[in-house]
């Protein structure tokens, strides 16, 4: 393979690890804004308060089951990224020439 055509794909190869991360990061900021709603152990003090939590607790999950396919859609971008996982992983963000891709 001529050197600059591996360095194209190098160079694709990595941005597609890039955009894999944005959206990861992206992905992990919603789940954090979730998190406390699902921690919430507030039943409401009457029957009006009660129902107003269930349904926002209907309407989180709702939320969440929408979501999976954004997941979904992660794993299969991570699971198609040529990039050495150990090495993002180390912060070097280099292609490791050592690792079986």
Same mark, same amino acid.
Request: a negative charge; hydrophobic letters at 35%.
């Given at each position: ?9 190098? +160079? %694709? ?7 894999? /991360? ?5 992905? !992990? ?41 954004? &997941?979904?859609? +992660?794993? %299969? ?10 090495? /993002?992983?180390?912060?070097?963000? &280099? /292609?490791?020439?050592?690792? !079986?891709?």
């Amino acid at each position: 393979m001529e050197a600059s055509q591996k360095r194209k794909e190098d +160079l %694709d190869d990595s941005l597609l690890a890039q955009q894999y /991360f944005a959206e990861a990061n992206e992905a !992990e900021t919603w789940m954090s804004e979730k998190e406390p709603l699902v921690g919430n152990t507030d039943c409401g003090k009457d029957e009006d308060s009660a129902e107003a939590l269930l349904k926002k607790h209907e309407a989180l999950m709702s939320d969440i089951v929408s979501y999976k396919s954004i &997941i979904d859609g +992660l794993r %299969d971008q991570a699971n198609a990224c040529k990039v050495c996982w150990k090495c /993002f992983e180390m912060s070097c963000q &280099i /292609f490791c020439v050592n690792c !079986e891709m």
